[in-house]
Nanobody, 122 residues
């Protein structure tokens, strides 16, 4: 079983920074891409940032220039550096990974973390 564990969420004032981490563990064969989604109550689920194993990245327009996604392939870990945080960044952030298990290495699946709350408020 592949498991994703997020950390780094919490409360921060506007303009502050947080660094989220997501580590994949378990019976991993390969992780092809990892990313972060977020959702606030009454809001749509949205992709925040994603990164592939070769380092290609994509960002939501709303976070470009403020957030940076990175990864450590050896650790099957992705990081989301969140700077200049705004109240609209508040939400539950979910880590996502596209990969495969060693038991079915050719079957690509999506894996999700449990989510970590990010609250940006004065």
């Amino acid at each position: 079983q592949v498991r994703l564990v997020e950390s780094g969420g919490g409360f921060v004032q506007p303009g502050g920074s947080l660094r989220l981490s997501c580590a994949a563990s378990g019976s991993i064969f390969s992780i092809y891409a990892m990313g972060w989604y977020r959702q606030a109550p009454g809001k749509q689920h949205e992709l925040v940032a994603a990164i592939t194993s070769d380092g290609s990245t994509t960002y939501a327009d709303s976070v470009k220039g403020r957030f940076t996604i990175s990864r450590d392939n050896a650790k099957n870990t992705t990081y989301l550096q969140m700077n200049s945080l705004k109240s609209e960044d508040t939400g539950v952030y979910y880590c996502n990974a596209a990969g495969s298990s060693i038991y079915e290495p050719m079957k690509l699946d999506d894996y999700w973390g449990q989510g970590t709350q990010v609250t940006v408020s004065s």
